[in-house]
């Protein structure tokens, strides 16, 4: 007995969703005259430090838009626990400090 496996888009993604206008290419179109074709929807990521543009369908933009901006938001709480980290960490050594100074006198 065979199951289907749906592709199943991960709950958070990196990257982000952007609509672009393009040009087909065609003398004749429309588009060569400056009317553009679109708005087309594309997931953009980083993979190995280049630009990876893929296409997505209709019904996939609200699936990959939420799952990035999840990872956005994910990702700037985590860099705000890390600042907050840091400044507690400065925080407590300048306070060992002042113990260590008093303890030595």
Same mark, same amino acid.
């Given at each position: 007995?065979?199951?289907?496996?749906?592709? /199943?888009?991960?709950?958070? $993604?990196?990257?982000?969703?952007? +609509?672009? =206008?393009?040009? &087909?290419?065609?003398?004749?179109?429309? &588009? +060569? @005259?400056?009317?553009?074709? !679109?708005? =087309? =929807? =594309?997931?953009? /990521?980083?993979? !190995?430090?280049?630009?990876?543009? &893929?296409?997505?369908? +209709?019904?996939?933009?609200?699936?990959?838009?939420?799952? &990035?901006?999840?990872? #956005?938001?994910? #990702?700037?709480?985590?860099?705000?626990?890390?600042?907050?980290?840091? #400044? @507690?960490?400065?925080?407590?050594?300048?306070?060992?400090?002042?113990? $260590?100074?008093?303890? +030595?006198?």
């Amino acid at each position: 007995m065979k199951t289907k496996t749906q592709k /199943v888009l991960p709950k958070t $993604m990196p990257g982000t969703v952007h +609509a672009q =206008y393009v040009r &087909c290419g065609k003398s004749n179109c429309k &588009c +060569a @005259d400056g009317e553009l074709h !679109g708005a =087309y =929807y =594309y997931h953009f /990521v980083r993979v !190995g430090g280049r630009l990876k543009k &893929c296409y997505l369908k +209709a019904d996939e933009i609200k699936r990959v838009q939420k799952a &990035c901006l999840l990872r #956005q938001q994910q #990702q700037r709480k985590r860099r705000t626990t890390i600042i907050s980290n840091w #400044q @507690d960490l400065r925080e407590i050594r300048s306070e060992l400090r002042e113990i $260590m100074s008093n303890f +030595a006198d």
